[in-house]
């Protein structure tokens, strides 16, 4: 069951799905400015994102007059649920999360199981509070715009921004990950072999070390080097690259208004959730060009690499995170030094392979 938090004259406001929220800012004397979902992850990182929440985040939100509803999951996908589900939406100017990017990936393919996805996506921003072990698009955003990425300016910068009534929306890239099952929406990067075991084997050590793990992951897997036999295909993206420019301030419209502005239908229905095939449609209607279905055979004009791999690792952000710039240059490193990283090829590519139209909005300042 999820848990609520409450301040002045709460106001319940939400109780269905195991969503408990409660209204935060209500009752002042001054009119407040906007309103916020937020969603706590109490597990995430070293589990301090409630004290975070209690200690750092509401006073500002109070001080902004930023009116505010909190829930507080309880367990894997609780937010995805209650994203996909919820009818309330367009009375929102955005979200803030406190967690890290396990969350964000939860709301983002709630978003994507709405009817109403494509136009709410880029319609409600995301202020990420970093209180995870892994907070790669928080830190992406960062490094692209020259703030902090080290502890303890890091997460004072996140709060700031996420808080701030001068917060506007930036676009961030996403990329369609399909398989045989299912269909999902990615904001940072699709791994497989020696990144993917590492984040993954790394997770017992996540409350005891933290965003450290993957260094520690790293060097446990180096020591004992797996190789795994694969095919890739992909394809240069030949079209433009020119930037898009779509950023909004964040309090000036709720979602309704800014979907409104754009012609855009909300969805008012609960549970309307799109089916396996609804959503592979759906998603082949936001690319910008012709995409092979997992399915369907694929074309001659794709370049095909079959080999031994270390791993794969396609990126969709545009700039550099953290924990992969470091963990990569520190892998890499020390496959030279045992002299193992010459009897595999590398298969360097530029760019994205696939350009995608559709975009999440962050918050930013």
Request: hydrophobic share 35%; net charge neutral.
């Amino acid at each position: 069951m999820g848990a609520a938090l409450c301040c002045r004259r709460p106001r319940r406001v939400q109780d269905e799905s195991s969503t408990v929220t409660y209204a935060g800012n209500r009752g002042t004397q001054s009119p407040a400015i906007g309103r916020v979902l937020v969603f706590v992850n109490p597990k995430s990182g070293s589990g301090k994102s409630l004290v975070t929440l209690r200690d750092r985040v509401e006073p500002k939100l109070k001080k902004n007059h930023i009116d505010y509803d909190v829930v507080i999951t309880s367990g894997p996908n609780h937010a995805k649920s209650a994203i996909r589900s919820r009818d309330d939406l367009g009375e929102y100017n955005g979200i803030i999360i406190l967690s890290g990017d396990g969350l964000v990936f939860e709301v983002l393919n709630g978003f994507i199981e709405r009817h109403d996805a494509t136009s709410i996506i880029p319609s409600l921003p995301i202020g990420i509070v970093p209180s995870g072990s892994g907070n790669g698009l928080l830190s992406s955003l960062f490094y692209s715009r020259g703030e902090p990425l080290k502890n303890p300016k890091f997460t004072e910068r996140a709060i700031d921004v996420s808080c701030s009534p001068e917060a506007h929306a930036q676009p961030v890239n996403l990329i369609h990950v399909q398989t045989d099952r299912e269909d999902i929406a990615s904001f940072l990067s699709v791994g497989w072999g020696l990144m993917a075991d590492i984040d993954i084997e790394s997770e017992r050590w996540r409350k005891l070390f933290g965003s450290n793990r993957f260094a520690l992951g790293g060097l446990v897997r180096i020591l004992n080097l797996r190789t795994y036999r694969g095919r890739l295909w992909y394809k240069p993206y030949s079209g433009s690259y020119g930037e898009v420019d779509v950023s909004y301030d964040v309090y000036a419209k709720t979602v309704s208004e800014r979907m409104a502005y754009s012609s855009s239908v909300m969805n008012t229905e609960k549970d309307t959730v799109l089916s396996h095939r609804e959503l592979s449609e759906a998603w082949s209607d936001m690319h910008t060009e012709r995409v092979v279905d997992v399915n369907e055979e694929v074309p001659e004009d794709w370049t095909r690499v079959e080999d031994d791999f270390i791993g794969i690792y396609a990126v969709s952000s545009n700039f550099k995170f953290q924990e992969l710039l470091l963990l990569s240059q520190f892998i890499i490193r020390h496959l030279l030094e045992r002299r193992e990283i010459v009897e595999h090829n590398c298969y360097p590519t530029l760019g994205n392979v696939v350009r995608k139209q559709q975009y999440a909005s962050q918050m930013a300042q």
